[in-house]
């Protein structure tokens, strides 16, 4: 009797670690979309890093190692404390050299296996350091947009009746930290999971936070344990507003197509080196207070970032805005489908709603699935521009004898 009751326990034990692992690692290879993504990510990652583009080549001189004057030591220090926060088994699991492979390895998708430590396994106190650090970096808006979206996660496993999928719940999501938290020298932090990624990349006192996804289905809890929890509709009805208050030869410029398709994004998942031609309506030809409504919008999504660094970031974009576009596709009637992009040298903004997936499925697009992206294009995704800008000067200085 004894000899089966120590046999049943060893059974259970077995089984709850297969089923910690499983969360932990990700969904079975026998799924045919953990297999097929995890092939493009192979297949992107082996590409090397170019960046978007808007015809294949990088244009030079857009990015310089420059003081901001904007502080990042409370990010370094909450990252810091997280760190310290976790088991020596968490920790080594978590971080990454600066320049690893594992910035790339980021999916909106629900089901490919992440790397890091995850949310789920993590304690009530090391959940507080690790949206410490993320509330460090981003705005109040930003975190609370990020914090919305993980219980959206919860609400698609309760409509769908994936609770305790692999993916899927409001704690399905991992950090993994990129070099070592510093005042001067490259790191980064990357939050992964369903529908919202975040690239935190840091150089002294230089940000870049992107690519960042954002997205949700449903984007509006309508019922469940989150019942009210809404995410990106002033992003949504502030570009609506903006497009309809066009002219009509605006309008003409601005609108690729009028039939919306169920997706339409370009530089999701596996897609650091898109070529996307600039197209639509140039910045350029609005009046003073379009370009004060353009303006608005496209800090909605800059404005994720904490302030200093967002205003930064709106500067740089304000010097390209006479090279910058608008354009969209899809209807401008009431609760009309659509797509847009805000597309210039030094910014990319694509928000796209898209066909419905966990929620049933159809090939037409809903205002209850949405996707949207942010780029930095011509190769400073990551930072990578400023990281190899930095380790150039590096070994240079190095070479003089001048170490750091």
Known sequence: MRTSIHLLT???????????QAQQKGPGRGKGGGNRFADMEKKAIAEPFVGVTADGKVEKGLFEIKSTGVKTTPVKKAALSFLAGLSDEQRTKTKFPVDASEWRRWANQHSLPRQGVSFEEMSNTQQDLAFKMIGAGLSARGLK??????????TIAELSGREGEYGYGRWAYFITIMGEPSDTNPWGFQFDGHHCIINYFIL?????????FLGSEPVWAEKGKYKGTIVLQEEQNQAFAFARSLTEAQKKKAVLKSEKDGTNTNTEAFHDNAVIPYQGLLISELNADQKGA?????????HNLKEGHAKVKMSEIEKHLDQTRFAWIGEMDEDSVFYYRIHSPVVLIEFDHQRPIALGRSRTATRQHIHATVRTPNGNDYGKD???????DHHHSHQNGQGE
């Open 10 to 20: 060893a059974l259970v034990v077995a089984t709850s670690c297969q089923i910690s």
């Open 145 to 154: 947009t990020t914090q919305d979206i993980m219980k959206l996660n919860h």
């Open 204 to 212: 002294a006192d230089q940000v870049v936070m992107t690519p960042l």
């Open 294 to 302: 353009f303006l608005k919008l496209t800090g909605l999504w800059i």
């Open 386 to 392: 400023l990281l190899k800008q930095h380790l150039k």
